[in-house]
């Protein structure tokens, strides 16, 4: 049970160095503390080579570019420590190997640990921001560059750290139906009104986008099932989530009445009508503009124009990295990208790496929706991140933790597939005698 436990906190902590100020070398070195625990522990130690396969696949021209040009650029040997990072967590995670209630135990700790990080991170964000408008400095929070972040972000990323809280916030759908504890029901019922102001409150225009997409989806899900339920009668699970939901919300209004909801009122007014708060709301305000994309207009427009340049090889295999250092010049940095992993793709691998990735996620949503509810949640993590890869990232490897859900994602199929076997090799070996 402890070593189950680790392995959830390695993958974890991949979500803590979204939300907080900490280096991101923090998984890397859990999973080398890890390495001697699960040799320790088991001998069932198997390879997912299929995993490696088709992931070895999607990489190659990455890879092979990589090589190429020598990891000249940062953003390469980044992508590359992701990569190789993922390759020695796969088969130490077990995930194909465990049993079902060992599978459902991991994930319910996961889960748990990623809604604790976020609400955690989204109440330490309400904080500092207050902090911030009283004058007070974190000095956690400063970058390398002595820059503060502003609103909720506890560092200058905030569009990392928003997407960090919202992966929170994907884990309580699906462990809302499942907990037991009511210590963490009680989390989760605080945990989304929180999370959400949080968000709001980011100076991030993705974090509204995260909002009315969950508010949407999470509406829907509600929706279809209270229309499922119409025609059957309410069963002893039913009636548990009605009461445990009845007792969450008067909990919060007792928290509400013993704290003096004026308090409470007050202090959120203050938050988004002081001067930050008044920032954020005109920059949110830009969402529909043209500022919207004004930011990204000039990377894509290079893009475009470095397309034009690229002959028929380039164009079907991609012309390497040099592009990296092109579009720095273009923005007077060392090293910049045109901010969607579609277009980098298009540059370094050319036709057949995008092909390739799209491939690999269509495999990959195909699976999580044909695998239940666990698919389901795996695919929110996996969306939410894309969203982000394709509006800030480099690549579809830069990361770690998108290569770990594709992970969870074909491991699951492989395991339902698997337990399907078995089931019809038993059922014919029962009919056989």
Avoid at 158 to 171: E, K, M, P, Q
Avoid at 260 to 284: C, K, M
Avoid at 332 to 360: A, K, R, T
Wanted: with cysteine.
């Amino acid at each position: 049970m402890l070593l189950l436990y680790f392995k959830a906190t390695v993958v974890a902590s991949m979500i803590a160095e979204k939300v907080y100020p900490i280096k991101s070398t923090t998984s890397i070195k859990l999973i080398l503390c890890l390495i001697p625990l699960a040799m320790l522990s088991r001998n069932r130690l198997t390879m997912p080579w299929k995993f490696y396969g088709f992931l070895g696949a999607v990489s190659l021209p990455y890879l092979a570019h990589a090589y190429l040009t020598g990891f000249n650029y940062s953003l390469v040997r980044q992508d590359l420590v992701s990569l190789a990072s993922v390759m020695v967590l796969a088969p130490l995670l077990e995930y194909g190997t465990m049993k079902q209630a060992e599978r459902d135990a991991f994930l319910k700790v996961l889960c748990r640990l990623v809604l604790i990080l976020s609400l955690s991170g989204a109440i330490a964000g309400l904080v500092k921001m207050e902090l911030l408008n009283r004058g007070i400095y974190i000095p956690m929070c400063f970058n390398e560059r002595e820059e503060y972040p502003g609103g909720t972000a506890l560092h200058t990323e905030y569009n990392v750290y928003s997407l960090g809280i919202f992966l929170g916030l994907c884990t309580i759908g699906w462990l809302k139906r499942r907990e037991e504890n009511p210590l963490i029901s009680t989390f989760i019922t605080l945990g989304i009104p929180v999370i959400l102001i949080a968000l709001l409150l980011t100076g991030s225009r993705r974090a509204v986008i995260y909002v009315l997409l969950w508010i949407l989806i999470w509406g829907a899900h509600v929706s279809a099932t209270l229309f499922k339920r119409r025609a059957v009668a309410v069963g002893p699970k039913t009636r548990s989530l009605v009461l445990r939901g009845t007792a969450g919300s008067w909990l919060v209004v007792l928290i509400l009445i013993f704290f003096n909801w004026r308090i409470v009122s007050t202090s959120l007014q203050g938050l988004f009508t002081s001067d930050e708060g008044s920032r954020i709301q005109e920059r949110a305000s830009t969402m529909m503009g043209a500022e919207a994309i004004e930011t990204r207009l000039p990377y894509w427009e290079y893009f475009m124009d470095r397309l034009g340049q690229m002959n028929a090889t380039a164009l079907l295999f991609g012309g390497g990295f040099g592009y990296i250092g092109e579009f720095g010049h273009l923005t007077g940095v060392d090293e910049d990208y045109p901010h969607n992993f579609w277009l980098s793709s298009m540059l370094y691998g050319g036709i057949i790496q995008v092909l390739l990735i799209f491939w690999f996620l269509a495999l990959l949503y195909h699976r999580g929706l044909t695998n239940g509810s666990v698919g389901i949640l795996f695919l929110y993590w996996l969306t939410a991140e894309l969203l982000f890869l394709s509006i800030s990232s480099n690549s579809f490897f830069s990361s770690e933790f998108v290569l770990v859900v594709t992970f969870f994602l074909f491991q699951s199929s492989v395991t339902k597939q698997t337990s399907l076997e078995m089931g019809k090799n038993a059922t014919r070996h029962l009919s056989q005698h």
